[in-house]
């Protein structure tokens, strides 16, 4: 199975792990990833807000780099995957913007015809690898580790462009989470936002809002958290000192993302998919990994 | 609730993988309403301001259910039947007034227009005074749209009349328009939930403001002077509001975001956030995390040296790309794109 890959800023900076992970796990599961080496930034939340022709432009042309290769989009970043969405939405939808965003491509002789597929990592687990071929490639299930799904906005809402009626009821990273072996748990952040969109200029709210969230995946007794969003990792991970001042309590909650999750269960080592470059260490995987070892194939 | 292994390799491929969980956890309208029979009884949970000593701050009771049963007919059984005290606010029991708005079951949802389930717990809407059991105080909310003064004034005479206005002009303030302020969004809003710790105004005051400064025959100067005090910057995007809006106000898309487009033209001072990210990007291709944390705050990034050490250590920043100002292999397309000939952005 062929993607053009889309990993976005983050993964290409702050979170590099989740882009070294993605391709260690793609390979396992036999997902061939063609980088688009000159894909921009989707424009974050900003563009999007205050400059419309330039946020359409970026994304469209993303999409036409793909559409160009013939091939579907995937991505690793919520907020990249909601922007291309809309995008792409947009450009189908209204015939002048879609004229006037190609005629600024043609310059790179590039043209959308709105044929491509975007799709989330998570969601080509579940649609394109599936549930059998997951579990016949789980080699060290990672028996009763407790997880606490985050999910992040830009994956389960706004409801015109995911359709849940309630977007709790998204249950796609705890099915993913079953699969691989793990238990995971109900709390009360598991939609919620991290705050990740105002951090650079006001980092206290996002503090404030993890810092709960973070507080009830520990009290339901979570070991780790898993994320499909390098910018909710950031917050969760990088943050946490600050959220542990905030809520007077250590926390000490490991966050993963999605792809070194589903990495552990297929055989990797925390240390190839660069666990330890978080900044609250896994300890608590070493054991599983360890374990996991001793378990005949 | 969780799934063996071996279980697991039976259940059917899930086709749409966003949405895993709808069909489970009856997600969808016809669901939720074809779930009971005659003679169910609902399990109703609903929170009280004032309770005796010792007894629960939820009081439970038993509804029987009817046909098309709304939370509305649910809350006024309860009245008729089980408590004549309970205080909860309704009057036209068809999704005009605004007035109903409850939390069931953690969602914001209008009482007069929400089927039951079978397990419910009701709950006044947060973020505003309760006065008793289910009646909150919207003194704030009124207070704060009053503040933004959402009405229209003009300088200039009429370009012709009648006047000119089309659809396409109008298309985000008529969104605006369809508010009936329930306050489902502003109950929703994490940033409103932190109190005093912005200034944010709240999605239900901005989608007031939106009915007139999204007009295009509102002057300048009027929607400055609003917006000036919207703190419209610290929305954090996370569609809570969008998601509970009984009125199906796409809020963040249309409203707010269009707002923060004018703010960013009328008063630029503050979106100096959102063009610092347009800047990294159009000159590099790519956000480089540690430029735009350099650009917005200035010296104010270097204040927790601890955290710079952490990040350091991790390889979590690259100091070196971000002096050297390296560019990506996507510069040049986001240079034509973002500044459009004019080499500025």
Not at chain 1, 243 to 250: Q, S
Not at chain 1, 282 to 295: F, I, K, T
Not at chain 2, 282 to 294: H, I, N, Q
Request: hydrophobic share 40%; aromatic share 6%.
């Amino acid at each position: 199975m062929k993607f053009a890959y889309y990993p976005g800023c983050s993964a290409r900076s702050t979170c590099a792990e989740l882009n070294e992970a993605t391709h260690l796990v793609a390979n396992r599961l036999g997902l061939d990833l063609v980088q688009l080496d000159s894909a921009t930034c989707t424009g974050a939340r900003e563009l999007r807000a205050i400059d419309p022709p330039g946020f359409y432009a970026l994304n469209v042309r993303i999409l036409a780099l793909a559409e160009r290769q013939g091939l579907p989009l995937m991505t690793i970043c919520n907020t990249c995957t909601l922007n291309l969405l809309d995008a792409h939405a947009a450009f189908v939808s209204d015939p002048e913007l879609a004229e006037s965003v190609n005629a600024k491509l043609a310059d790179e002789k590039l043209r959308y015809s709105g044929r491509t597929k975007i799709s989330h990592f998570l969601w080509v687990l579940h649609e394109e690898i599936g549930e059998q071929q997951l579990l016949r490639q789980v080699v060290k299930p990672l028996n009763g580790l407790t997880v606490a799904a985050f999910y992040g906005c830009h994956i389960t809402r706004p409801p015109g462009r995911y359709g849940f009626v309630d977007s709790r009821n998204n249950r796609a990273l705890e099915r993913l989470a079953e699969i691989l072996g793990c238990r995971p748990i109900d709390y009360s952040g598991r939609t919620e936002c991290c705050g990740f969109h105002t951090a650079a200029h006001d980092e206290r709210v996002a503090i404030k809002l993890t810092g709960q969230h973070v507080l009830s995946a520990k009290a339901a007794g979570a070991a780790t958290m898993v994320t499909p969003c390098p910018l909710c990792h950031t917050v969760l991970d990088s943050f946490q000192p600050e959220m542990e001042k905030d809520v007077d309590r250590k926390l000490d909650m490991p966050v993963l993302h999605l792809p070194q999750l589903v990495g552990l269960a297929l055989g990797l080592t925390p240390e190839q998919l660069k666990i330890d470059r978080h900044m609250v260490p896994a300890g608590v995987l070493d054991g599983y990994a360890a374990a996991a070892s001793n378990v005949p194939r | 609730m969780a799934i063996s292994r071996d279980t697991l390799t039976a259940v059917a491929f899930a086709v749409d993988g966003r949405r895993i969980g709808q069909a489970e956890q009856h997600d969808t309208l016809a669901e939720r309403n074809l779930r009971f029979k005659p003679g169910d009884v609902l399990a109703v949970k609903v929170r009280r301001s004032e309770v005796p000593a010792g007894s629960d701050i939820y009081q439970a009771f038993e509804v029987p259910y009817q046909k098309w049963m709304r939370v509305l007919d649910a809350l006024n059984w309860i009245a008729e039947n089980a408590a004549a005290d309970l205080a909860f606010r309704w009057f036209c029991g068809s999704k005009m007034c605004g007035t109903c708005a409850v939390r069931m079951n953690g969602r914001e949802v209008l009482a007069c227009w929400e089927a039951v389930e079978p397990d419910m717990i009701i709950e006044p809407l947060r973020n505003l005074p309760v006065i008793r059991d289910l009646v909150v105080d919207r003194t704030r909310y009124e207070e704060k749209v009053a503040s933004l003064e959402p009405w229209i004034e003009r300088r200039e005479p009429y370009g012709a009349f009648p006047e000119p206005l089309t659809h396409k002009q109008m298309k985000d303030a008529s969104k605006a328009l369809d508010c009936i302020s329930c306050m489902c969004c502003y109950s929703a809003c994490p940033v409103i939930g932190l109190g005093n710790l912005t200034d944010f105004a709240g999605p239900a005051p901005l989608v007031q403001l939106g009915q007139t400064a999204l007009d295009p025959r509102n002057s300048p100067e009027k929607v400055r002077r609003s917006l000036e005090q919207s703190g419209i910057f610290n929305c954090v995007s996370c569609y809570k509001c969008e998601e509970v809006c009984p009125a199906s106000i796409p809020i963040v898309s249309r409203i707010i975001e269009p707002l923060k487009a004018k703010a960013a033209q009328l008063v630029p001072e503050m979106a100096i956030n959102s063009f610092a990210l347009r800047e990294v990007v159009a000159s590099r291709g790519r956000v480089d995390p540690t430029e735009l944390v350099l650009r917005v705050q200035g010296l104010r990034s270097l204040r927790n040296p601890r955290r710079i050490w952490r990040l350091l250590t991790r390889g979590k920043i690259n100091p070196i790309r971000t002096l050297l100002r390296l560019k990506t292999a996507a510069a040049a397309a986001a240079s034509h794109l973002l500044r459009d000939g004019t080499g500025k952005s």
